[in-house]
Every structure is written in structure tokens, then in C-alpha cells.
T-cell receptor
Framework: NAGVTQTPKFRVLKTGQSMTLLCAQDMNHEYMYWYRQDPGMGLRLIHYSVGEGTTAKGEVPDGYNVSRLKKQNFLLGLESAAPSQTSVYFC???????????????FGPGTRLTVL | QKEVEQDPGPLSVPEGAIVSLNCTYSNSAFQYFMWYRQYSRKGPELLMYTYSSGNKEDGRFTAQVDKSSKYISLFIRDSQPSDSATYLCAMSLQGGSEKLVFGKGTKLTVNP
């Protein structure tokens, strides 16, 4: 089991460029999440998905789009990158359901993005 | 007022010290409380998980929840240099709740 993987690990963009971050999980999890982590700001939820074909906005969705065409993949897109989007991006996944322990989110290793 | 408050530190202790990490929260509906550990340049990973009030122990780690005070703690006994990491508290409204609310994390360094 690879768990949650993220591609790429590092990326440098110029302002206005676009890119897509890929998250893949092999644990058959229904829920998937995209966070950004900035110094002093903690983890902030960008978008999330509760199943294939569904997406929902999180705390800081502006400037990002997502798609969940396959259960195992969750894509995060930046259409026109801005320096304010320089951050470390984490993907996470978890099981669905009401069982308490299903709350555990499994995180990927992160993507370090710099926008110049 | 933020839903979850956590002192970012940094916290620096000598090896063998007892470490206390804390979070306060404002939403009394939170029922599930977690501590994640994040090593430098890695993703967070779940360390401890507790439900409602009380203590939970796992080796050198003890998680404590005081719902009446809206206060949770993580204690690390006999701290080791390998415990050096950022510790994030997280909480949710119910077992199947879609989202977790995270604290900002406390950076801990244990010096040999």
C-alpha cells in the first residue's frame, strides 16, 4: 500500500501560469481533501470531496478548482497562479461513515509550490 | 474568536522532560479530539484519538480532554529527540463529520 501520494513534490510557477496537483490514494477511501499549510496559519481546507463526482468548498477555495472523476484521484487546479498561493499543499483521505474512528485522515507527503 | 486556539511555540525542552501541549476550543459541540504529529517536511500523521472527556494513554503519550473547560492536552513523558516535531490538535463535531478543525500546531524541539 502506497497510502496517499502527491505529484509533483516541488514546483515553481510564474504569476499567471496554471498547474494541476494530483493526489492518489489506494485505500479505497470515499472522502478526500486538499489543504494548504502556511507559517502561522496552520492547515486550511481548500476543497474536499465525499465521493466520486462530488466536490465542496472549504475554508479558502478562491483561486482553486478541483475534480474527482475517479474515486482514487483528487485533482487540485490553479488556473492563474498568484504569489499568495505559495504554500505547501497536502492531500488527505479517509473512510466515510459514522463510526468514530473513521475520522482519521491520512495525509500525503505534500507539494511545495512557489509562485514568483 | 477562532474555533480552535493552539500556542504555536516554539517549545524547547531537554531530553527526558515532561512536555505539555494544549488547545482550547469554543464550540461545545465538538465530541472527537485528535492529536497529529508532523515531522519537518512530512505530512501530519495521527498520534492519539479520544472521545468526549477523560484521559487516554498510549506508551509515553497521554491525551486529556476537559469538555467543561473546552480544553485538551497532550502530555509526553520522558521526551526523546525523536519527539521533535510539530503537534497539531484537531477536533470534529461527530464521528462521521466530514471535516476536522485543526489548531495551528505547536513546534516542539527536544534537545539531547
Amino acid at each position: 500500500n502506497a497510502g496517499v501520494t502527491q505529484t509533483p513534490k516541488f514546483r515553481v510557477l510564474k504569476t499567471g501560469q496554471s498547474m494541476t496537483l494530483l493526489c492518489a490514494q489506494d485505500m479505497n477511501h470515499e472522502y478526500m481533501y486538499w489543504y494548504r499549510q502556511d507559517p502561522g496559519m496552520g492547515l486550511r481546507l481548500i476543497h474536499y470531496s465525499v465521493g466520486e463526482g462530488t466536490t465542496a468548498k472549504g475554508e479558502v477555495p478562491d483561486g482553486y478548482n478541483v475534480s474527482r472523476l475517479k474515486k482514487q484521484n483528487f485533482l487540485l487546479g490553479l488556473e492563474s497562479a498568484a504569489p499568495s498561493q505559495t504554500s505547501v499543499y497536502f492531500c488527505a483521505s479517509r473512510l466515510a461513515g459514522l463510526v468514530a474512528t473513521y475520522n482519521e485522515q491520512f495525509f500525503g507527503p505534500g507539494t511545495r509550490l512557489t509562485v514568483l | 474568536q477562532k474555533e480552535v486556539e493552539q500556542d504555536p511555540g516554539p517549545l524547547s525542552v531537554p531530553e527526558g522532560a515532561i512536555v505539555s501541549l494544549n488547545c482550547t476550543y469554543s464550540n461545545s459541540a465538538f465530541q472527537y479530539f485528535m492529536w497529529y504529529r508532523q515531522y519537518s517536511r512530512k505530512g501530519p500523521e495521527l498520534l492519539m484519538y479520544t472521545y468526549s472527556s477523560g484521559n487516554k494513554e498510549d506508551g509515553r503519550f497521554t491525551a486529556q480532554v476537559d469538555k467543561s473547560s473546552k480544553y485538551i492536552s497532550l502530555f509526553i513523558r520522558d521526551s526523546q529527540p525523536s519527539d521533535s516535531a510539530t503537534y497539531l490538535c484537531a477536533m470534529s463535531l461527530q464521528g462521521g463529520s466530514e471535516k476536522l478543525v485543526f489548531g495551528k500546531g505547536t513546534k516542539l524541539t527536544v534537545n539531547p
